[in-house]
């Protein structure tokens, strides 16, 4: 998978997850001391956050970093 095929899964998977777990963009970034500007670019796929913040998200919304990672379309 390519760089920005990547962002946009990881965009997409955080943008799910945070829907799934009622959060505004606004309040996802105030729980991780983030901009909500950081977030919507995460989302967007315009920038990805670090490995830190991935476990952050993981530990958010009680999943694993993989879960963050995989594309869900390409599975069987």
Known sequence: ???????????????????????TQAGLAERLNYSDKAVSKWERGESIPDVLTLAL???????????????FNQLP
């Open 57 to 71: 998200l993981a530990e958010q919304f009680e999943i694993t970093v993989n879960d963050l990672l995989v594309d």
């Open 1 to 23: 998978m390519d760089s920005e095929k990547m962002k946009y899964v990881i965009g997409a998977n955080i943008a799910s997850y945070r829907k799934r777990s009622g959060l």
